[in-house]
Nanobody, 124 residues
Framework: QVQLVESGGGLVQPGGSLRLSCAAS????????MAWYRQTPGKQRELVAA???????NYADSVKGRFTITRDNAKNTVYLQMNSLKPEDTAVYYC??????????????????WGQGTQVTVSS
């Protein structure tokens, strides 16, 4: 059983900053890619940023230069530092992870997991 638990969302004024965290727990053998997505009502979930196991990152054009994704492999945690926030960044943010896990039959099975989502609202 693997869980992703997010924290750090909230209300912030335009130009402000927030830091999201997502901690993975459970029978984890290895965490491969980790990512943050966001979704607004009536729209598809979109990729915000992703980070590979050795730290290679990828960002949506809309957040380049403002958001930074990092990970702490010792803590099984991924972070999203969001600076210079804009009203259009308002969304529910979801953590995603590609995890190799252990079960009663051994370690090596791989699956994709989602967090429960955290609301980010940018408004004055």
């Amino acid at each position: 059983q693997v869980q992703l638990v997010e924290s750090g969302g909230g209300l912030v004024q335009p130009g402000g900053s927030l830091r999201l965290s997502c901690a993975a727990s459970g029978s984890i053998f290895n965490i491969n890619a980790m990512a943050w997505y966001r979704q607004t009502p009536g729209k598809q979930r979109e990729l915000v940023a992703a980070i590979g196991i050795i730290g290679i990152t990828n960002y949506a054009d809309s957040v380049k230069g403002r958001f930074t994704i990092t990970r702490d492999n010792a803590k099984n945690t991924v972070y999203l530092q969001m600076n210079s926030l804009k009203p259009e960044d308002t969304a529910v943010y979801y953590c995603n992870a590609d995890i190799t896990y252990c079960s009663t039959s051994g370690c090596g099975q791989r699956s994709n997991y989602w967090g429960q989502g955290t609301q980010v609202t940018v408004s004055s």
